[in-house]
């Protein structure tokens, strides 16, 4: 047993966290068990529903997304936003089914000033006013934006960093790391929580995975939330061809997520519906405490309602009646 697990450290080393990644399966599983113990709820899933408030034709390059104007092979329309009472009808919806968190993503670059930024300003009021969490992921964001945004009330911006520095290049070439950590500066200097994370996947190495977790873990305070997706693969992207991960290394990336940021909210988040239910109670078990509860993730299919009822059954949670 290592005495130090579950302190609170912003010092880790690529090499430190890789090694871990690498202990022996059910001593990681085991030890990031113990640590979510000790600063979570061990019972507690929090359902968090996300909906896309603005579909495709984004400029960004980003290889995985089928959002991306880039990849004009990709099936999907382009929609305007949607309006906020939709959306806050929606939010409704998804907390009488017992979502305690609702997550808008937008295909943007970056925010800009004007009624689309205003509708967006509206949706995490009346969101916020249900008593619900409200999470937004607009990309690029300047510091008055942010300003209104907390002013809002919202509960945490999205905005991931998807890989290590030195494998991000060979996915996004529109954008840079640096911009990347720019907007999280400013999110994080207006009070917002920070929900940051990214994919495993992609053709990226263990040292990536552990590159990508040291550059979180050396945040001080870290990010709140830290979504960890599988890549879902989607025809028409540049990474249509990638096989899907084995999900138990969705379970050491999980595992090592948590014994290195202890207290954050750990989400199990796209590429759920590849796993079954005991490959899910799995990454709980490492340490997950939140999933994505719903039909779709933001263009894609999320996992199965029917089987989350049963996922839920199986853990003992009490399913809500479902809008
Ligand atoms: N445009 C904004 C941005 O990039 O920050 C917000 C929306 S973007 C779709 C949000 C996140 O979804 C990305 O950072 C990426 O981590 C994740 N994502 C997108 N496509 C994915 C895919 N095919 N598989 C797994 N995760 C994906
Ligand atoms: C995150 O890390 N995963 C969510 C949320 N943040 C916005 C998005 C997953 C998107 C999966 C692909 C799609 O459905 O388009
Ligand atoms: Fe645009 Fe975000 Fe998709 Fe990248 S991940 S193409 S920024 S919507």
Redesign the pocket.
Known sequence: MTIMDGAIRHDWSVEEIAALHERPLLELIGRANAVHRRHHDPNKVQKASLL?IKTGG?P?D?A????SAHHREVDLTRDRIMDPASVIAMARKAKTAGAERFCM?????QVRDGKEFDAVIEMVEGVRSLGMEACV????LKPHQAERLAKAGLSAY???L?SSPEFYGKIITTRTYED?LETLAIVRAFGIDLCC???I?MGETIEDRAGMLKVLACMDPHPESV?I??????EG?P?ARRPRIDPLELVRMVATARLVMPASMVRL???RSALNREAQILCLVAGANSVFYGDT????PNADIGEDAELFAALGQEESERA
Do not use: F, K
């Open positions: 896309s984004c960004e980003c995985y997304c089928p959002q993503g937008a295909a943007w670059r992921t607009l990309g690029m999205n905005h991931n998807d990347r994370g990214g994919i996947g979504p997706n599988a890549l879902v693969p989607v992207t990474l988040s796209a590429g993730l933001l263009t894609t």
